[in-house]
């Protein structure tokens, strides 16, 4: 008789570039939806972006907030993905 050892399914080593890529994308649409709230929140719940409940400086404000802000958004964004992170590969 043969002894029976227990055959264990050998898998492929998983590529944890994929990991950070999924990551980056997940950040990447978590800011945008923080960024859309605080947005909306100023904009249309407390009336700031609205012509007819809202002063010309308060718009002002409001506009210059959203696109400097829009401007910060893209900057982290555009270097957080041409950042190349070193990964290990598993391969080896």
């Known amino acids: 008789m043969e ?3 227990p055959q264990y399914d050998k898998k492929e080593p998983f590529d944890m570039r994929i990991v950070f890529y999924f990551a980056r994308i997940v950040r990447t649409v978590f800011l945008f939806f923080f960024w859309m709230m605080i947005n909306v929140f100023l904009g249309l719940y407390l009336g700031f972006a609205i012509p007819g ?3 010309p400086g308060r718009m002002i404000f409001f506009y210059s907030w959203a696109i400097l802000s829009l401007g ?3 900057w982290i964004v555009i270097r957080m993905w041409r950042k190349s992170e070193k990964v290990q ?3 080896k």
């Open 53 to 55: 409940e809202s002063t």
């Open 3 to 5: 002894s029976q050892e």
């Open 72 to 74: 910060g958004y893209l």
């Open 89 to 91: 590969d598993n391969y």
